[in-house]
């Protein structure tokens, strides 16, 4: 089994920033990604990484704003969030599978994830 515990989620104004830590326990994750949902909408991708390729993937809408990085001695993928927007406003969840991990033509797709955490709420306001 595998583990997902995010945190660093909170309120922050427009053009802050936060850091969410997504910490893995149990078997080894090979890919993490963040989804995010928002009340009525959808649970979109917002950022993937596959440490031993060094892919990283980013939502079009995140670009330039948001980073995403792991560190393997921590068991924890960080996804740093810059410029922060009203729009960004979401329940954050990270993903990860063990050993199939999506292409890069799926990555994006919830379904193409197995292990999920609670979330961590982040809130951005003017």
């Known amino acids: 089994q595998v583990q997902l515990a995010e945190s660093g989620g909170g309120s922050v104004q427009t053009g802050g920033s936060l850091r969410l830590a997504c910490a893995t326990s149990?078997?080894?994750?090979?890919?993490v990604s963040w989804f995010r949902q928002a009340p009525g909408n959808e649970r979109e991708a917002v950022a993937a990484?596959?440490?031993?390729?060094?892919?990283?993937y980013y939502a079009d809408s995140v670009k330039g704003r948001f980073t995403v990085s792991q560190d393997g001695a921590k068991n924890a993928v960080y996804l740093q969030m810059t410029s922060l927007k009203a729009e960004d406003t979401a329940m954050y969840f990270c993903?990860?599978?063990?050993?199939?991990?999506?292409?890069?033509?799926?990555?994006?797709?919830?379904?193409?994830?197995?292990?999920w955490g609670q979330g961590t709420q982040v809130t951005v306001s003017s």
């Open positions: 993903a990860a599978e063990r050993l199939s991990c999506p292409f890069a033509d799926s990555w994006f797709l919830p379904s193409s994830w197995g292990y």
């Open positions: 149990g078997y080894m994750t090979n890919c």
């Open positions: 990484i596959y440490p031993h390729s060094g892919h990283t």
